[in-house]
């Protein structure tokens, strides 16, 4: 799935693409997973501008509306003459620059809203802060955790809480900081919950400087522009190999119904 950090480098290429392009048309083959979304809606606006909150990735259009992306597990956005691997995109929105975007996901999880204000989406009015941002502070953090009985993993990935953070990120952040992914929030140390809250920053910005994973931030086939920071993955789906850190066996567990990967030495 993609996390923070593919959604945002996607946000960034789509926004040099599309900020000042007009809708010229609109194709809807599958409205099942489109709220809203109709064409006469849409056709003659602008795109002034792309953006993301958590994982979810929108165009601001001159209407006011917006287009909100979520491309869950599997969602895909193409953008050129075709849909490239794309197969059967559910919406395809051409551009007076004669490209279009098309939008599809094969397992049929991802969704596309077309709302006046973010705050329409439920997941987005209840979501918590962006943890690059500077709202996102210690005491915030701190205060989280020492009140919550999560398992700190769950903590991580609730979306209410902290915003973008999923399963691959949470285990690297974890690894990181030296954390078993089954601790109890509210059982960290002072210092475990600083090396935590860096931790967030520091994986987050690093995935970022790679440009996150490439499974995730393709736009079109021969896209030369995508992640890379599947390289520098420590533990997550490793399991069995040794831990970078200490040499000792990666394990997975389930956490909360997530496939969970861990140094047993290191994390404690």
């Given amino acids: 799935m993609p996390e923070l950090p593919e959604v945002e480098v996607l946000r960034r290429k789509l926004k040099r693409l599309l900020e000042g392009s007009k809708i010229e048309e609109v194709k809807i083959y599958d409205d099942s997973r489109l709220k809203g979304v109709r064409a006469e809606l849409i056709v003659g606006d602008t795109v002034l501008d792309v953006g993301r909150r958590g994982k979810h990735l929108y165009l601001e259009l001159s209407s006011g509306s ?16 075709d849909s490239g691997d794309l197969k059967n995109p559910w919406i395809e929105i051409k551009f007076d620059t004669g490209n279009s975007l098309f939008f599809g996901d094969p397992r049929r999880m991802a969704t596309l809203d077309l709302v006046k204000d973010l705050s329409e989406i439920k997941a987005i009015a209840n979501m918590g802060p962006e943890p690059l941002n500077e709202d996102f502070s210690f005491d915030f953090f701190k205060e989280g955790l020492s009140k919550s009985s999560k398992t700190v993993k769950a903590i991580l990935m609730d979306q209410s809480f902290i915003a973008g953070i999923g399963n691959v990120y949470a285990d690297e952040i974890l690894f990181r900081a030296g954390i078993h992914p089954e601790r109890k929030a ?49 533990v997550h789906g490793r399991q069995g190999e040794p831990c970078p850190r200490c040499g000792a066996k990666i394990v997975r567990i389930e956490v909360g119904g997530r496939g969970t990967y861990f140094c047993p030495n290191c994390q404690v």
Avoid at 66 to 79: A, Q
């Fill in 66 to 81: 917006k287009l909100v992306f979520h491309l869950r597990l599997k969602g895909k956005l193409v953008y050129g003459l």
């Fill in 186 to 234: 509210k059982t960290l140390s002072p210092s475990e919950l600083e090396r935590l809250y860096l931790s967030v920053k520091d994986v987050l910005k690093e995935a970022l400087n790679h440009k996150g994973m490439s499974e995730y931030t393709s736009l079109f086939s021969d896209d030369e522009e995508v992640g890379g920071f599947d390289k520098f993955i420590k």
